[in-house]
C-alpha cells in the first residue's frame, strides 16, 4: 500500500481483525463483487484476476476459499480481499473492517513508519508531525485563567502531542485496552543528578481542561495523569518539573502538582526571574517525600495541600499533603531550613491553585509568607530514625550482596511487610510496576579463573545465611548445566538462602546470566602452584593464605578448599617452638621428633615432583603415636579429629573421602589415625592410591568423565600393628611395593610413662598451630630454594642412597627415600629457625630406619626370599588338611577332591594354578619357580628346562611343582598322637 510521507499509515492488529471478521465472511465477499450467497455449494467463475477458472472457486464453510489455482490452500477473506482489489495484506485487513464497520479497530502508524513509544525520552522526542507544543500552555492557561501568552512556563521541558493513546491496564496476562486516542501534554521531570523521565496530561480538545475519559469496568473515573512508562525498573521518585534554576538559587517552594507549582510560578514570577527562588512540582505527595533539593538550597518552604475535609467514603481526613511536608522536613532539616505552607483554611480540602483562583496571586505570596517553621515531635523523631535505620540496613545489603545488572530483567531489594529485606522482582499489576519477594539475599561479588583447572571459570557468590550473617561460597560455572544445576542449588540452600515462589529458579537463572568484571584466580588445592607461561612458583596454604605470589596479581584459594579460621591458624610459632622443643627433649621419644619435621616434608615432595609417600607408626597402644601426628600436623592446621577440615583424620573412610583429605593436604601433611577400623585389603588399596598421587576416574551423571582429586604429600599413618601384619591378618596380600611407598616405624621400646608437665608442655600444639608450615615456605622462598627443586631432589635421592647403603638395590633405595626427605625436611627447618636447634634430626631418623630394618615389613623388599617363606608356612598351615598324602597313611584319611596338594616321602606336590597364592602372591608363576630353583628347593621336573612336573604319581595328570620334602615336613612317618586301634586307646 504507497502513501504519502506526510500520510499516516493505518492498520489493524491481526488477531483483533481476525475475530472481527469471523461470521461476516459472505458479506465480506459480496462487497467485493463476489456473487457468493450463505449456504451455496456449487462452485464459481474464479474472481482472482488473471485465474477466471469456470465453476473452480468456492468458500468453504469456515468462510475460506478453495480454488484449483490456491493448490492445497485455502484463502482467508484478508487473502481474497488482497488478491481482488490488488493490495497489500495489511490493506487488505483494513479494507475488511471498514466493510463490516469495525473501523474502532483501524490504527494510526506515524508518517515515518512507528508506534509512538510513551517511555519519557520517546515523549519528549516525539516527530514534529504529532506534536503541537503549545497544548501545555494553553491546557495551563485554563487551569490558572490566564490567557495562554501569559503563563510561565517551566524552564524544564514541556511537549504537546495531539494524539495519543490511553490504555486500560490490562486483565491478568491480555493486553492493555485501549480507551482512545487524545491530545496530551508532557512536562520532562529532572533530579538533582540530571536523571529525565516525564509526566503525561491527558487533554481536552484545545488543551481545553483535562480529558474526559469515561469510566472504567469497575465504574470508577480514569485519571488523565499518568507517568511516562519506565524503561527498567529505576525508581523515578523525587523527579520533578521545575520553573527557574535550581543550581543558582538558595530559596525553593516546593509544591505537588503541575497546576499547583504553575499557580506559584506565576505569583512568584519576579522573583524567579531575578533568580532568587525556584519552584519545583513534585507530582504527586510521594514526590514531596522523596525530592531531594539542588546543593545551593538552603530554605524550602513546602507548598502543601490541605487534606482536612471529611468525606462520606473517609470520614477521617488522610492529611496527605501535610504529612508528606513534615516528612521531607524531617529528612533535610539538619541541612535546610524548612517551612511549611498549608493551603487555604483549617477543615478544608485545598491547594495554592485553589487559592490563586479564588483569591489571585497576592494571596499566594501571602500564603507562603505566613509558612510556620518545622518543628518535629518526638514520635516524627523516631519514626525518622527507624526510617533512617532501616535504610542504612538496606544500602548495607545491597552492599554487601550485588546483585548482578542483566540485561533481560532485573532485581532489586526492598524490605517486605513482614520486616524482612529480600531480593524482589518486579510485577506489572495494572499498569504499575511493584515488587514480589523472591529469596533471602543473595548476590555475586566476582567471577573465578580457576588456574589448576585449565582456567574454568566460577562465582563467588554471597548468601545472608540463616543466622542473618554473611557466607561466601564458590560455584563452579560448569555445574549450571548438571542435572539443572542441582548441585549449586544444594551449595546455596545449605549456605542459608530461602526462597519464595519461583525464587530458587530466578536464582539460578541470575548466576547464569552473570558477568561480573572483578575476576579473581583460583585454585582447588593448596601446595605450589605457577601462572602460565611463567615457572615461578608460589604457594597456597590450607587456610588461603598466598606465599610468592607475583604483583598485583589477585590470587586465591577457593572457599571451599579452605580450613576454616579456627583450625587454620592459632597462638604463635614461639608456642609451637617451645611445644616442639619440650618434644624433642624427651630422650626415649625419637617419633616425636619425627612428628615435628614431617610437617615440612611435603612442600619438598610437591617441590621436586616426588611421588607421595610416608611412613607408618606401629606399637601398642599409649605409646605416642597420636601425638607424633598431632606435633606433624600442627605445622599447618589445628589436629583435631573431630574438626572436618582438620588435616589429622580418622582413617575410617571410603575411598572418595581418603582422596578428598588427600587433595586438601596436597603440599602439606596428612595424617590417618586409627587403621584398626579399615580392612587389610582396603588399606593395601588405600596405600596405592595415597602414592599413586591421583584418585580414581569417575563417570558424571551425563557420562562424561569427572575431573579426579590429585594431590603430591607426606603422609603419617598410625596402627597396633605393622601395615604387614594388617594387610596379611585381614586377608590381604602384601606386597614389596607396599613398604617401600609407606615403611613401618615399630616404636615398641618407647618411653611410655612421660612426666605429665612434660605432656602438657607438648601438648601446647593444640593452641599454637598453624604457623610453622607456612614460615618454612616463606623461608624456602626467601633463599630462593624454591627455584632449586632439581638440587634439592638430588639431595634427597644421595641421601637415602646412604641410608640404605653400599649396593642396596632399588627397592631398598626407595624404602629409604621418605627417611631421607625427613632429615632433609629437619636439617632445611632447622637451618631457617622454624625449628629449634636443639631438635635432633639425623638420629632420629637413623633410629626410624634401623627400626624398619628389623620389621617384618622390610621383608618384602626381597620378594623371591619371601615367596619361599609363604610358600613354607602355606604348606605347614595345611599339612595332613588340605596338602594330604598320595598314599593313606595310618590315621590320615586318603586324598579326596577337597585337596589343595600332597606330598609323599621324597616331595611336596604344589598344582601350578595354586603356587601363586600359596607364595603370597607377591611374584608370577615363573619367578617363584626360578627362585624355588635358585634355593635348590625343586625335587622333581619334566625337563631340564622346566621348574613343574606333568604327572603326580598317585594322583594323575597334572601340572605341578614337586619340592623336596624335608625342605618343607619331616620325612620320617609319625605316628599321629591320637590314633585308634583295635582294643582302644593306647
Known amino acids: 500500500m504507497s502513501t504519502s510521507a506526510n500520510m499516516p499509515e493505518r492498520y489493524v492488529p491481526t488477531k483483533a481483525a481476525q475475530q472481527a471478521v469471523e461470521g461476516h465472511e459472505v458479506s465480506i465477499v459480496q462487497s467485493l463483487g463476489i456473487p457468493w450467497t450463505a449456504g451455496q455449494r456449487t462452485h464459481i467463475r474464479c474472481p482472482y484476476p488473471g485465474h477466471g477458472g469456470a465453476e473452480d472457486w468456492r468458500l468453504n464453510s469456515k468462510g475460506r476459499a478453495i480454488c484449483t489455482c490456491t493448490g492445497n490452500k485455502t484463502d482467508s477473506v484478508f487473502n481474497i480481499a488482497s488478491k481482488v482489489r490488488g493490495v497489500d495484506f495489511e490493506e487488505a485487513k483494513v479494507w475488511c473492517c471498514e466493510a463490516i464497520g469495525a473501523t474502532d479497530l483501524i490504527r494510526e502508524k506515524s508518517a515515518e513508519g512507528g508506534f509512538q513509544a510513551t517511555d519519557a525520552t520517546s515523549l519528549l522526542n516525539a516527530p514534529p508531525e504529532r506534536r503541537d507544543d503549545n497544548l501545555p500552555r494553553a491546557y495551563l492557561a485554563h487551569r490558572l485563567g490566564l490567557e495562554p501568552q501569559d503563563v510561565l512556563m517551566p524552564s524544564t521541558a514541556a511537549v504537546g502531542i495531539r494524539s495519543l493513546g490511553y490504555f486500560d491496564p490490562p486483565k491478568g496476562r491480555g493486553k492493555p485496552a485501549k480507551v482512545g486516542d487524545y491530545p496530551c501534554a508532557v512536562f520532562e521531570q529532572v533530579d538533582v543528578a540530571g536523571n529525565r523521565h516525564a509526566h503525561r496530561i491527558y487533554l481536552a480538545p484545545g488543551g481545553a481542561g483535562k480529558a474526559d475519559l469515561g469510566r472504567d469496568a469497575s465504574g470508577k473515573a480514569r485519571d488523565p495523569k499518568k507517568s511516562a512508562r519506565r524503561i527498567g525498573e529505576e525508581s523515578t521518585a523525587g523527579r520533578s518539573v521545575i520553573w527557574g534554576d535550581p543550581n543558582a538559587r538558595a530559596f525553593c517552594i516546593l509544591a505537588e502538582g503541575v497546576e499547583t507549582a504553575a499557580a506559584i510560578a506565576d505569583a512568584l514570577r519576579e522573583d524567579i526571574e531575578y533568580e532568587e527562588v525556584y519552584v519545583v512540582a513534585a507530582i504527586n505527595a510521594g514526590g514531596i517525600e522523596a525530592f531531594t533539593p539542588g546543593p545551593k538550597t538552603i530554605r524550602v518552604t513546602v507548598a502543601a495541600d490541605r487534606d482536612e475535609a471529611a468525606k462520606i467514603s473517609r470520614p477521617e481526613p488522610t492529611r496527605r499533603g501535610e504529612q508528606a511536608a513534615r516528612k521531607f522536613a524531617l529528612r533535610h532539616g539538619r541541612r535546610l531550613s524548612v517551612d511549611i505552607a498549608l493551603a487555604g483554611e483549617p477543615g478544608t480540602s485545598t491547594d495554592w491553585l485553589d487559592v490563586y483562583r479564588a483569591h489571585g496571586p497576592e494571596a499566594v505570596r501571602v500564603g507562603l509568607k505566613r509558612a510556620v517553621p518545622f518543628k518535629a515531635t518526638s514520635e516524627e523523631i523516631e519514626d525518622e530514625g527507624r526510617r533512617q535505620g532501616d535504610q542504612d540496613e538496606l544500602a548495607r545489603v545491597e552492599r554487601d550482596y550485588p546483585l548482578p545488572t542483566l540485561d533481560t530483567f532485573s532485581l532489586t531489594y526492598r524490605r517486605t511487610d513482614a520486616g524482612r529485606i529480600r531480593v524482589c522482582k518486579f510485577v506489572k499489576v495494572e499498569e504499575e510496576l511493584v515488587t514480589q519477594p523472591i ?548
Open 439 to 986: 529469596a533471602s539475599p543473595f548476590g555475586v561479588l566476582a567471577r573465578l579463573r580457576y588456574l589448576d583447572q585449565a582456567d574454568a571459570y566460577g562465582l563467588r557468590l554471597v548468601v545472608e545465611d540463616m543466622g542473618g550473617k554473611r557466607r561466601a561460597i564458590d560455584v563452579e560455572r560448569a555445574a549450571f548445566a548438571k542435572q539443572a544445576a542441582s548441585e549449586t542449588r544444594s551449595m546455596l540452600f545449605g549456605a542459608g538462602l530461602r526462597t519464595e515462589d519461583d525464587g530458587e529458579n530466578i536464582a539460578v537463572k541470575v548466576l547464569k546470566a552473570a558477568d561480573p568484571q572483578n575476576e579473581i584466580t583460583v585454585v582447588r588445592r593448596p601446595g605450589w602452584h605457577s601462572l602460565d607461561g611463567s615457572a615461578e612458583r608460589f604457594f597456597v596454604c590450607p587456610g588461603g593464605e598466598i606465599i610468592g605470589a607475583p604483583e598485583g596479581q589477585p590470587l586465591e584459594l577457593s572457599l571451599g578448599s579452605r580450613i576454616s579460621e579456627a583450625v587454620a591458624a592459632g597462638g604463635t610459632l614461639e608456642g609451637w617452638r617451645a611445644a616442639v622443643a619440650a618434644a624433642a627433649g624427651v630422650t626415649r621419644c625419637p617419633h616425636w621428633t619425627l612428628g615435628a619435621v614431617a610437617g615440612f616434608a611435603a612442600p619438598l615432595v610437591s617441590l621436586t615432583g616426588l611421588d607421595t609417600c610416608g611412613i607408618n607408626l606401629s606399637g601398642t597402644t599409649s605409646g605416642g603415636k597420636t601425638t607424633t601426628q598431632r606435633l606433624a600436623v600442627s605445622a599447618w592446621s589445628r589436629a583435631a579429629l573431630d574438626q572436618r577440615d582438620s588435616l589429622l583424620q580418622s582413617a575410617r573412610a571410603t575411598a572418595n573421602g581418603v582422596e578428598g583429605m588427600a587433595a586438601r593436604a596436597n603440599g602439606t601433611i596428612l595424617a590417618l589415625d586409627e587403621l584398626g577400623h579399615v580392612t587389610g585389603k582396603e588399606l593395601g588399596r588405600t596405600i596405592y592410591s595415597l602414592a599413586s598421587g591421583v584418585g580414581k576416574s569417575r563417570m558424571t551423571a551425563d557420562a562424561q568423565l569427572r575431573a579426579s582429586h590429585t594431590w603430591s604429600t607426606f603422609v603419617i599413618l598410625s596402627a597396633e600393628k605393622s601395615l604387614e601384619e594388617k594387610v596379611r591378618g585381614d586377608g590381604g596380600e602384601w606386597y614389596g611395593g607396599m613398604a617401600t611407598r609407606i615403611p613401618d616405624v615399630d616404636i615398641t621400646g618407647v618411653d611410655r610413662a612421660v612426666d605429665q608437665a612434660v605432656m602438657a608442655q607438648i601438648q601446647a600444639v593444640d593452641q599454637h598451630f598453624g604457623h610453622a608450615g607456612p614460615a618454612f615456605v616463606r623461608a624456602l622462598i626467601a633463599h630462593g630454594m624454591h627455584r632449586q627443586a632439581d638440587e634439592i631432589r638430588k639431595g634427597i635421592n644421595l641421601a637415602a642412597d646412604r641410608l640404605a647403603g653400599p649396593g642396596a638395590d632399588s627397592a631398598l633405595r626407595r624404602a629409604a627415600l621418605p627417611f631421607a626427605i625427613l632429615a632433609t625436611a629437619g636439617r632445611l627447618a632447622r637451618k631457617f629457625g622454624v625449628l629449634p636447634d636443639a631438635v635432633d634430626v639425623e638420629n632420629a631418623v637413623r633410629w626410624a630406619w634401623a627400626k624398619f630394618n628389623t620389621s617384618t615389613d622390610a621383608a618384602a623388599l626381597d620378594p623371591e626370599t619371601q615367596a619361599v617363606a609363604n610358600l613354607r608356612a602355606w604348606v605347614a598351615e595345611r599339612w595332613n588338611t588340605e596338602v594330604q598324602p598320595t598314599e593313606p597313611e595310618d590315621g590320615v584319611r586318603a586324598a579326596n577332591r577337597n585337596a589343595l596338594g600332597w606330598y609323599d616321602d621324597d616331595a611336596v606336590y604344589i598344582p601350578a594354578h595354586r603356587i601363586v597364592e600359596a607364595a603370597g602372591g607377591t611374584l608370577k608363576e615363573v619367578e617363584i619357580g626360578r627362585a624355588l630353583d635358585a634355593q635348590g628347593l625343586i625335587a622333581k621336573r619334566k625337563a631340564a628346562d622346566c621348574y613343574f612336573l606333568a604327572y603326580v604319581p598317585k594322583i594323575g595328570k597334572l601340572k605341578a611343582y614337586a619340592l623336596h620334602r624335608s625342605e618343607f615336613r619331616s620325612t620320617s612317618r609319625e605316628e599321629p598322637p591320637f590314633a585308634v586301634h583295635e582294643g582302644g586307646r593306647r
